[in-house]
């Protein structure tokens, strides 16, 4: 059974906070409320969340300043504004400075609850790598930032593991050739728009199988030892894609 989805919902009104937790929890979440910035960075520091539901007119730290500090902080999950308020120009700089979106008050919970339940999905990353060490060590790595990572070593063990949540995949190219794109040709069977990241020793001299591979239209390519802080600027920027088109559409699916 996959985990809860971990919400933390900010707000200096309490009725809103209880009403929203309570309505997430009855449906099988686990999210927990905070009435301040202040409060809410606290909790930041002492256990992981999925994503942040914030006010965006509070006390003494409004929305936007929660979300730089949160940033400031080294966290990378995703930030979505609540507002009843025409507070246009703090979100536009909340969208340029990359928060996932706005939703206003009164919420339309169905479409809520269907973005929050493909948060999870978004984060989730798919590590395709012959090396054990190397799976193993990245995918505690991204666990430990709140990512849901599963890695596979052979072609028989991706059949359902690329599915429909589009997931990320970080894809070694140290595989031989007709191994490397029969597993290539499978994801791509699988999801046509899932986001593919290589992963070589050398980028630069992109020959053979890691040449192919560019040309499934790869987002990016990144060399062994693999820079974490790269690694992670990239997730959380497909993430934050996904996120707001899930966002903006009218069922909160991805369609």
Same mark, same amino acid.
């Given at each position: 059974m996959d985990a809860p989805v971990r919400e933390l919902v900010v707000d200096d009104d309490p009725r809103m906070v209880k009403t929203l937790v309570d309505i997430l929890r009855a449906k099988g979440h686990a999210p927990q409320g905070a009435n301040s910035g202040e409060a809410a960075l606290e909790l930041l520091g002492k256990m992981p969340f999925d994503c942040v /539901?914030?006010?965006?007119r509070m006390g003494t730290m409004d929305g936007l300043t929660l979300f730089r500090t949160i940033?400031?902080?080294g966290h990378t999950l995703p930030v979505i504004f609540m507002t009843a308020y025409a507070d246009e120009e703090m979100v536009r700089q909340g969208l340029n400075e990359g928060v996932v979106g706005a939703i206003t008050k009164p919420f339309d919970m169905e479409k809520l609850l269907s973005f929050l339940n493909g948060v999870r999905d978004a984060g989730s990353v798919l590590i395709v790598d012959h090396?054990?060490?190397f799976c193993l060590s990245v995918e505690g790595m991204l666990g430990a930032r709140g990512f849901a990572v599963r890695h596979i070593s052979n072609v028989a063990a991706l059949d359902g593991?690329?599915?429909p949540n589009h997931q990320t995949i970080l894809f070694d190219t140290g595989f031989d050739r007709g191994t490397g794109m029969e597993i290539l040709g499978k994801v791509r069977? *699988? *999801?046509e728009s899932a986001p593919v990241i290589l992963v070589t020793d050398d980028c630069e001299k992109t020959g053979g199988l890691?040449?192919?591979a560019l040309s499934i239209e790869a987002?990016?390519? /990144?060399e062994k030892p693999v820079d974490v802080d790269r690694l992670m600027e990239l /997730?959380?920027?497909l993430r934050h894609v996904k996120l707001r088109r899930l966002l903006e559409t009218p069922s909160g699916r991805d369609e």
């Open positions: /539901l914030t006010d965006i940033r400031c902080a090396e054990p060490e593991a690329v599915g069977q *699988s *999801s890691a040449g192919e987002h990016a390519c /990144l /997730l959380a920027e």
